[in-house]
């Protein structure tokens, strides 16, 4: 199986929900008065789940994998804290940002759920975030590809793309494009064979250093999350390539259920 959860989570019900979540608000509203709020994650998600458990709950789980893998590629999640069904990831930060949101829209689209709760102990009070996904009932293997703007730069080209592909339809949509990234990097020779940090050079003179994801000679390969603002990030892109010494990018954009694979030239 592509995607694998070590552990068997049910769809729950609201009123389900309903009595779990007022248990584990308890338990963390009393976890913090004991503990405060400058603890890392793993003392808070044992605290709550011994405290859970104190209270009758059997089925609390923390650190559950949850395995994504296609060919010789395999990336492990952890799930901060299940109980009996429901998913909670914690934070110790000062506030929850969108990027938080963007991980269990992430883990929830993993496992077909259709919530998941984040949980901040690091902020003066703890701050509860509910996010609702529509990933119970969507099909996220209904994918779409375009490659309209695409054209191989290389003999590796074609492979590079062919690799994209096959991901998407092996995961299906709505997942972090990083999981995309790591999985092309693995299968062009992982950090030490496809990442390079290569010079940028303004006019003769060196400036530094770029990190560069590279499938084929002078021939490098991003991946994005973009929705509306393609145009804008092809000319950064495109700016880019000009102090680089790269002669071309195989763009991957993949936004929810699309993936588009566009061809950016140093010549265009």
């Not at 590629?73 to 901060?80: A, E, G, I, N, P």
């Not at 703890?126 to 990933?135: E, Y």
């Not at 080209?157 to 990083?178: I, P, S």
């Not at 995309?180 to 530094?208: D, H, K, M, S, T």
Request: charged share 25%; net charge negative; hydrophobic share 45%.
């Amino acid at each position: 199986m592509p995607i694998q959860c070590d552990l068997s989570i049910p769809c729950l019900s609201d009123d389900e929900f309903e009595v779990i979540d007022k248990a584990v608000m308890t338990c963390a509203y009393a976890a913090q008065n004991k503990l405060g709020r400058l603890c890392e994650e793993r003392v808070y998600e044992n605290d709550l789940a011994a405290r859970l458990r104190s209270l009758g709950f059997g089925d609390v789980h923390t650190q559950v994998g949850v395995a994504v893998s296609f060919r010789d590629f395999t990336k492990v999640y952890r799930l901060d804290l299940v109980v009996q069904g429901m998913v909670y990831e914690l934070k110790a930060v000062d506030a929850l940002a969108s990027n938080h949101d963007a991980q269990v829209f992430h883990y929830a689209a993993l496992l077909n759920m259709d919530r998941i709760k984040l949980l901040n102990f690091g902020g003066p009070h703890i701050q509860g975030r509910l996010r609702r996904c529509p990933f119970g009932t969507l099909d996220r293997m209904r994918v779409n590809v375009d490659r309209s703007r695409w054209a191989p730069l290389s003999k590796r080209c074609e492979m590079l793309a062919a690799d994209a592909e096959a991901c998407l339809h092996e995961w299906g949509g709505f997942l972090d494009t990083r999981l995309f990234e790591e999985a092309l990097i693995a299968f062009n020779g992982g950090e030490l064979g496809c990442v390079q940090r290569l010079p940028v050079v303004r006019n003769g003179l060196a400036l530094g250093h770029h990190r560069t994801a590279l499938h084929a000679e002078e021939v490098g390969f991003v991946v994005t999350a973009m929705g509306n603002d393609t145009a804008g990030h092809e000319e950064q892109l495109r700016a880019l390539l000009g102090v680089l010494p790269v002669r071309g990018w195989q763009w991957i954009n993949v936004h929810h259920d699309q993936m588009r694979l566009a061809t950016v030239r140093k010549t265009d």
